[in-house]
């Protein structure tokens, strides 16, 4: 059975996903070792060995996410996270910057490392790479390549591999993403905020919605119309005479059809995205994919379809794994 990795961006979102059948939780402290750095999000160091606790008695494991990029000169904040991640319990970290792998490989040799998809390793020779230098013992692939490349990928690997099955989609390089730094002055890789909430202003003037992220005007809607979190990459801009979604569609990525696909290319683990959303939210997705994954284990048809009405502005695509997009 594949594994289903869930998120948790709070103590309650963590006990939610595993009551509702999820296999592991990926989680971060609160700072800026992990890429979900929100006011209101993320654990203390209390807080996590709790979460692990409650996960393990219930037989699921906990990811921890270290997966920024260390400032020059700053790196103990990196380091101690990891040693605070294993001291919990965690049952691996999962980290980005090869400087913190090195570390965690040399002081950390019992934790389990996996690579985070920040560090965008999309082909063997990368992934091998990894997990001669530092121990990688599993990737998360970036959400670029087709269910063949995957297949093909996990030919010539000795890792596990992860994939991404619902939630957002990065139009980026995995969060290496330039216009949101652009526009608030904060990057995503460093300081863990894409379009964060304290640069967005949402406006409602005569029925119509604006959404501005740092002073851009990046969506309208009128009423009834579904209005998207505004990130530039979701945006509406006008481009060769046409006003729309130049970049990418707001839209989730739902998987769930796929899976026999995804089983028969090799993919250890299935990812749902999500530390930003409620837990109600989290409970809802986590036991739609445990079903699935439980229906493919035992032979039946994986039903699909069921979360349209949790995707980003109610419409959902299969990304590159089909490479459907414009």
Not at 197 to 217: I, K, M
Request: hydrophobic share 50%; glycine share 10%.
């Amino acid at each position: 059975m594949m594994e289903l990795v869930c998120p948790a961006g709070t103590p309650a979102a963590l006990r939610a996903a595993v009551d509702a059948g999820a296999h592991s939780v990926y989680c971060g402290f609160a700072d800026e070792t992990n890429a979900r750095n929100f006011p209101g999000l993320n654990f203390s160091r209390a807080e996590m060995a709790e979460g692990i606790a409650y996960a393990r008695a219930r037989g699921a494991k906990v990811l921890v996410a270290i997966n920024t990029f260390p400032r020059a000169g700053a790196a103990a904040a990196w380091h101690r996270a990891v040693a605070d991640a294993e001291a919990a319990g965690a049952h691996a970290v999962i980290l980005a910057d090869i400087g913190l792998l090195a570390h965690a490989a040399e002081r950390h040799p019992g934790l389990r490392r996996h690579l985070s998809v920040q560090a965008a390793a999309a082909n063997p020779d990368s992934i091998n790479l990894y997990a001669r230098a530092f121990g990688v013992r599993r990737v998360v692939l970036p959400r670029v390549l087709t269910i063949a490349e995957i297949a093909a990928i996990n030919g010539e690997i000795d890792v596990e591999t992860e994939v991404f099955v619902f939630g957002g989609l990065c139009v980026m390089a995995e969060g290496r993403c330039a216009l949101s730094s652009y526009a608030t002055g904060q990057s995503p890789n460093m300081n863990g905020v894409c379009s964060p909430a304290s640069h967005v202003v949402y406006d409602d003037a005569g029925g119509t919605l604006s959404a501005r992220l740092g002073g851009f005007t990046i969506h309208k809607a009128a009423a009834g119309e579904p209005a998207p979190y505004p990130t530039l990459c979701k945006g509406c801009f006008k481009a060769g005479g046409a006003t729309g979604h130049v970049f990418e569609d707001p839209a989730s990525l739902d998987a769930a059809a796929l899976l026999p696909q995804l089983a028969a290319a090799g993919v250890a683990a299935l990812k749902i995205e999500g530390r930003q959303r409620s837990r109600a939210y989290v409970a809802a997705v986590v036991r739609s994919f445990r079903s699935a994954v439980d229906a493919l284990a035992a032979g039946r048809p994986v039903p699909a379809g069921m979360l349209l009405g949790l995707a980003e502005g109610q419409a959902s695509t299969t990304g590159a794994y089909r490479k459907s997009w414009r």
